[in-house]
């Protein structure tokens, strides 16, 4: 199969932010420490992409970026990837009123205006990485459990579920090997695109002042350089371009597994 | 019959959104209920309250009551328009609220203006030629702007435009030393607005863009668009008067369902640009744990997505009567 190299750069550039966040501490300085060098534009001696208001380092806040902005996109779909197959297949295998009460729920969920609600609750609950996860996850999967319940609903009745179901298969055992694997295509698929969709509500977060407090987070970095537009850009630029390239680069392969699986 | 049918479907729909915006109170409450330490605290903000005030509204919300009666007094009280007071501002939350209305109005509406307008002429202009010069520059722009944080694009918008070349103010809704009269001062708006419109727009100009290129793509492959062009309809007619009047409806539910992100967005943008709007309100409630403000804002912006859900789908029904 022929890879488009949108797709291989987008990759690429994946494989390279994790590394970036894997081996952070060894391709950069200390990213919280900061010095009397505030303010330097990029090229600077030893500070090739500037520094900010506190002298600290952006090369190296950006790079230690990497760490939140993937575990909260990476954790955060999978949990919410989990919690719609469940909600979805659930509804999809036993109809009726659950059904009715799932959907009715997923409906209330997709309602709610995301972004809105992560900050009052993190605002309410007070920041930390593990809340703005538990958020975000809280609201990522109404889409993939309605999807998983069409598919569950339709292949209910497949000839090859019947097939396994007078072979004597249990309920549970026919949905978790007979039907998911059927609707997994999809699931990644979404999946993907949601951790560029978390990714970005992380950054809103953290622009909100509203990340972890402890730790240097691509939307964090933003909400200071806001006071510092007109003095130092690069404060702005740089993070910024980390996000969208990163996000960028999620939708894509997000795009490109839906072709492959749909071209199948 | 028709008519009879309509308002069935609009009863239907209602019987639908009632209780789902029921829910939305609800949830606002167990929000409140369940934050840590005293729920008082999210009812009155994180201030130096005068204990008789806090014990009032403990009465008023019957906090010392079982969960029920909490519910059902503090549905009641939304249901009457009453949000709460916001005790950092000395005024009821819906007033707060209702002062910086009009702000947001301007700044989504204009938004929405835009996008939908550029959006559908440029999506049609796509589908005339698909795989054209045109159709691949709009497609790489939609596909790189779902992945801009709007507000990022914002302080780019203000680098450039603000700080570079100087053209436009880069904060607040009118001059520093305060709207000039008459014409003057629509033009000092109007500056104001562009650019918080601009980076506000930039994602749904791309989406209602793609959609309407989508839809008119689909119609334009139908019988009736033959049938119009072998009767030697023009090309404009094809594709204004058949083409885009069928293709409208996938257009408006898409407008219609992204209000929610819209507002959500708005909250970004009037932070970046200083915009005295509900968004901005709700960053400074954040900002001074101003609780009972934040939660009225919350239930406003849920609200609006129910009701603009609701609009949306009569409209739909209204251009499409095959929806059932």
Known sequence: ?264 | MRAASIGLFVLRRLAHAIPLLLCVIVLNYALIASTPGDPVTALVGDFPAPADYKAQIRREYGLDRPVPVQVARYLGRVLQGDLGYSFANRQTVLSLIAGRLAATLALTGTALGVSALLGVGLGVLCARRPGGALDRTVTGLATASYALPEFWVGQMLILVFAIWLGWLPSQGAHAIRGAPAGWAGIADGLRHLLLPALALSLRYLALIARITRGAMLQVLSADFILAARARGAGERAVLLGHALRNAAAPVITVIGFNLGFILAGSALIETVFGWPGIGRLLFESISSRDYPTMMGIMLIVSASVVLANLATDILHRMLDPRIG
């Open chain 1, 1 to 264: 199969m022929r890879v488009p190299p949108s797709v291989a750069l987008a990759a690429g550039w994946l494989a390279l932010t994790l590394l970036a966040a894997a081996f952070a501490p060894l391709l950069a300085m200390d990213p919280y420490a900061g010095g009397p060098d505030a303010l330097l534009p990029p090229l600077s001696p030893g500070h090739w992409l500037g520094t900010d208001d506190l002298g600290r380092d952006i090369f190296a806040e950006t790079l230690f970026g990497t760490r939140v902005s993937l575990t909260v996109g990476v954790t955060t779909a999978l949990a919410g990837a989990v919690i719609g197959v469940a909600v979805g297949a659930t509804a999809g295998w036993l109809g009726g009123v659950a059904d009715a009460a799932l959907m009715r729920l997923t409906e209330l969920f997709q309602t709610l205006p995301r972004f809105v609600l992560a900050l009052v609750v993190i605002a309410l609950f007070g920041p930390g990485l593990v809340k703005v996860i538990f958020v975000i996850a809280a609201l990522a999967w109404p889409q993939t459990a309605r999807v998983v319940r069409a598919s569950v609903a339709t292949l209910r009745a497949a000839p090859f579920v019947d097939a396994a179901r007078v072979g004597g298969m249990p309920g549970a055992a026919l949905v978790l090997l007979e039907i998911l694997p059927n609707v997994a295509g999809p699931v990644v698929v979404l999946a993907a695109l949601d951790v560029a969709t978390a990714i970005l509500l992380e950054a809103g977060l953290g622009f909100f002042g509203l990340g972890d407090p402890n730790l240097v987070s691509w939307g964090a970095m933003l909400n200071e350089a806001q006071q510092y537009l007109r003095g130092a850009w690069w404060m702005a630029v740089f993070p910024g371009c980390a996000i969208a390239v990163t996000v960028l680069a999620f939708n894509r392969l997000g795009d490109a597994l839906n072709a492959a699986s749909g071209a199948r």
